[in-house]
């Protein structure tokens, strides 16, 4: 019968145990040792230094170890930090010892961790190590592909704000304003909306030319951002026509000083080159209060609609929608 | 050709030249991006119309280079995972070398579409090996010349390493372990220092 020796078993099995006919340890390999906090395994009994998880057997006495021989084992030391195992155990020849080898199976990595282990204490044909190498990289590409993912939610969110964005004047865009409206009624809240023309815009743009048409729709959207408030959101919706939802502003009164101030504003003289731009502004606008349920498309035609009275009665002032009259009271004049 | 030996290169002049020497690189090259995406694979171009870009905007020989560039990926802090990676090849910079046989599979188990050219380690007598590289990417030699030097420092031994050539589609390169414990290495742990890279 060949046998092998001790530092022969150490070599092959770095985690084996023997246990001896009562059921203590008698000697165990080199890495396991290195497990055993209070020193040495050697001398405890098996059960007093690792729990059986599975298959569960609550009295550990050999007749019962020993019919577990074959069998798939799950292991765990009893003292922290818990260490898991896989294991399989055999019988001795000769005598009523057993054999226990262990492995550390899928929490390797905490037990390298745990117990600092390095090359030294795992046998060359344990594949712990692989798996080691394997985990490091997957924790790299983890972090390259996390990476990428923040790179390209950046280009998004850049590619969304200019998607939203009217590049000329900052201002937000049609896209951007239908979003925010629809927002605003499913919100449920109070807000006016005003459709703003700016009036003589195009003769700047015949006689000036487009450098003069567009430091015009500049300064424009500059005035109409100054004359609002942070909440207020005014967005360019076409060449020289813009909205502006007032979130909250729905007193009459504060809506026509509003309209007012803003075409007055509008009204000043733009220097272009040493030249004085002058335009003016059309205003219809309406009121959220004013329907059972508000309806986006129902509000900016009723909008448009005061804008078209507007601009049949002279332009250069600001109206609301009126639903009886469909338009025909003048709140402010600003000639 | 894999993002991540662009990404090796430009990083690699990024953090030894700066940004703005990439940016020349990058112009100078012609290439239709200013960085490689780390998991996109590349025209087989690409890279080497980098390199001698590199090589044209440094003025200097694209075999130094790329040996520097072998260094810069064991030695540079920025760098520390693939050193981290290397070190799993063996616990003494024999064992590493011999490990070297395997290098190519170890990378594809981590990166399944990362294609290395095939090593062949020999030891013709105790000290005295070879290392062979099989249809390499021209060069390649010189970046393993750069990468072994840095690691034989890493491990504390002392070696000789000369770049043979190139013959057909093989590089030889020529290493002669001269002492294994020339000095303290680097410690390693497998546990790692718990941070994520």
Same mark, same amino acid.
């Given at each position: 019968?060949?046998?092998?020796?001790?530092?022969?078993?150490?070599?092959?099995?770095?985690?084996?145990?023997?246990?001896?006919?009562?059921?203590?340890?008698?000697?165990?390999?080199?890495?396991?040792?290195?497990?055993?906090?209070?020193?040495?395994?050697?001398?405890?009994?098996?059960?007093?230094?690792?729990?059986?998880?599975?298959?569960?057997?609550?009295?550990?006495?050999?007749?019962?170890?020993?019919?577990?021989?074959?069998?798939?084992?799950?292991?765990?030391?009893?003292?922290?930090?818990?260490?898991?195992?896989?294991?399989?155990?055999?019988?001795?020849?000769?005598?009523?010892?057993?054999?226990?080898?262990?492995?550390?199976?899928?929490?390797?990595?905490?037990?390298?961790?745990?117990?600092?282990l390095n090359n030294a204490d795992f046998?060359?044909?344990?594949?712990?190590i692989?798996?080691?190498?394997?985990?490091?990289?997957?924790?790299?590409?983890?972090?390259?592909?996390?990476?990428?993912?923040?790179?390209?939610?950046?280009?998004?969110?850049?590619?969304?704000?200019?998607?939203?964005?009217?590049?000329?004047?900052?201002?937000?865009?049609?896209?951007?304003?239908?979003?925010?409206?629809?927002?605003?009624?499913?919100?449920?809240?109070?807000?006016?909306?005003?459709?703003?023309?700016?009036?003589?815009?195009?003769?700047?743009?015949?006689?000036?030319?487009?450098?003069?048409?567009?430091?015009?729709?500049?300064?424009?959207?500059?005035?109409?951002?100054?004359?609002?408030?942070?909440?207020?959101?005014?967005?360019?919706?076409?060449?020289?026509?813009?909205?502006?939802?007032?979130?909250?502003?729905?007193?009459?009164?504060?809506?026509?000083?509003?309209?007012?101030?803003?075409?007055?504003?509008?009204?000043?003289?733009?220097?272009?080159?040493?030249?004085?731009?002058?335009?003016?502004?059309?205003?219809?606008?309406?009121?959220?209060?004013?329907?059972?349920?508000?309806?986006?498309?129902?509000?900016?035609?009723?909008?448009?609609?005061?804008?078209?009275?507007?601009?049949?009665?002279?332009?250069?002032?600001?109206?609301?929608?009126?639903?009886?009259?469909?338009?025909?009271?003048?709140?402010?004049?600003?000639? | 050709?894999?993002?991540?030996?662009?990404?090796?290169?430009?990083?690699?002049?990024?953090?030894?030249?700066?940004?703005?020497?990439?940016?020349?690189?990058?112009?100078?090259?012609?290439?239709?991006?200013?960085?490689?995406?780390? #998991?996109?694979?590349?025209? %087989?171009? !690409?890279?080497?119309? @980098?390199? *001698?870009?590199?090589?044209?905007? =440094?003025?200097?020989?694209?075999?130094?280079?790329?040996?520097?560039?072998?260094?810069?990926?064991?030695?540079?802090?920025?760098?520390?995972?693939?050193?981290?990676?290397?070190?799993f090849?063996g616990d003494?910079?024999?064992h590493?070398?011999?490990? #070297?046989?395997?290098?190519? %599979?170890? !990378?594809?188990?981590? @990166?399944? *579409?990362?294609?290395?050219?095939? =090593?062949?380690?020999?030891?013709?007598?105790?000290?005295?090996?070879?290392?062979?590289?099989?249809?390499?990417?021209?060069?390649?030699?010189?970046?393993?010349?750069?990468?072994?030097?840095?690691?034989?420092?890493?491990?504390?031994?002392?070696?000789? #390493?000369?770049?043979?050539?190139?013959?057909?589609?093989?590089?030889?390169?020529?290493?002669?372990?001269?002492?294994?414990?020339?000095?303290?290495?680097?410690?390693?742990?497998f546990?790692?220092?718990?941070?994520?890279?």
């Amino acid at each position: 019968m060949t046998r092998f020796s001790q530092a022969a078993l150490d070599a092959l099995m770095p985690m084996h145990v023997v246990i001896g006919p009562t059921g203590h340890i008698v000697s165990a390999g080199p890495t396991i040792s290195r497990l055993c906090a209070q020193g040495n395994f050697v001398g405890r009994r098996l059960a007093e230094v690792f729990e059986l998880r599975k298959p569960q057997v609550h009295d550990a006495r050999m007749d019962s170890l020993r019919a577990l021989a074959g069998e798939r084992l799950l292991l765990q030391l009893r003292q922290a930090p818990r260490t898991q195992f896989k294991g399989i155990l055999v019988p001795a020849v000769g005598d009523a010892s057993l054999l226990l080898n262990l492995s550390f199976g899928i929490g390797a990595m905490a037990a390298v961790q745990d117990h600092d282990l390095n090359n030294a204490d795992f046998a060359p044909t344990d594949l712990t190590i692989e798996m080691l190498y394997l985990h490091e990289a997957k924790r790299v590409l983890d972090g390259e592909f996390r990476r990428v993912n923040a790179r390209l939610e950046s280009s998004r969110d850049k590619a969304h704000f200019q998607a939203m964005t009217d590049a000329l004047t900052g201002l937000r865009n049609r896209r951007a304003m239908e979003a925010e409206l629809a927002l605003a009624i499913e919100a449920r809240t109070h807000f006016s909306l005003f459709q703003v023309d700016l009036d003589l815009f195009k003769q700047i743009n015949d006689t000036l030319g487009h450098a003069a048409g567009d430091r015009v729709l500049e300064v424009a959207a500059k005035r109409m951002l100054a004359n609002t408030r942070d909440v207020d959101i005014v967005t360019r919706v076409g060449g020289d026509e813009f909205v502006i939802l007032g979130i909250g502003l729905i007193e009459r009164d504060r809506l026509a000083k509003f309209a007012t101030e803003l075409i007055s504003d509008l009204e000043r003289p733009i220097d272009f080159e040493g030249q004085d731009c002058h335009i003016s502004a059309s205003i219809g606008f309406t009121i959220s209060t004013i329907y059972k349920s508000p309806d986006a498309d129902q509000m900016m035609a009723d909008a448009d609609a005061a804008l078209y009275a507007v601009k049949r009665a002279g332009r250069g002032h600001a109206l609301v929608f009126d639903p009886k009259q469909h338009g025909a009271d003048i709140v402010t004049a600003a000639e | 050709m894999h993002g991540l030996i662009g990404r090796a290169i430009q990083n690699f002049v990024h953090d030894t030249y700066g940004p703005e020497t990439w940016l020349q690189i990058v112009g100078v090259a012609a290439v239709p991006m200013t960085e490689f995406e780390p #998991l996109k694979i590349y025209s %087989d171009d !690409v890279a080497d119309k @980098v390199l *001698d870009a590199v090589a044209l905007c =440094l003025e200097r020989p694209r075999e130094e280079i790329l040996e520097d560039m072998g260094l810069y990926l064991v030695a540079h802090p920025n760098c520390a995972t693939v050193r981290r990676l290397l070190r799993f090849g063996g616990d003494t910079f024999l064992h590493f070398l011999h490990s #070297l046989n395997e290098l190519p %599979d170890r !990378v594809r188990l981590a @990166v399944s *579409d990362l294609d290395l050219p095939e =090593l062949d380690l020999r030891e013709h007598y105790a000290g005295n090996l070879t290392l062979t590289v099989f249809d390499g990417p021209h060069g390649f030699g010189h970046v393993l010349v750069g990468l072994l030097r840095a690691m034989a420092d890493d491990f504390g031994a002392l070696v000789m #390493l000369e770049h043979m050539g190139r013959n057909q589609s093989a590089e030889t390169l020529q290493v002669q372990l001269l002492e294994v414990d020339y000095a303290q290495g680097r410690a390693f742990q497998f546990a790692g220092d718990g941070t994520a890279p």
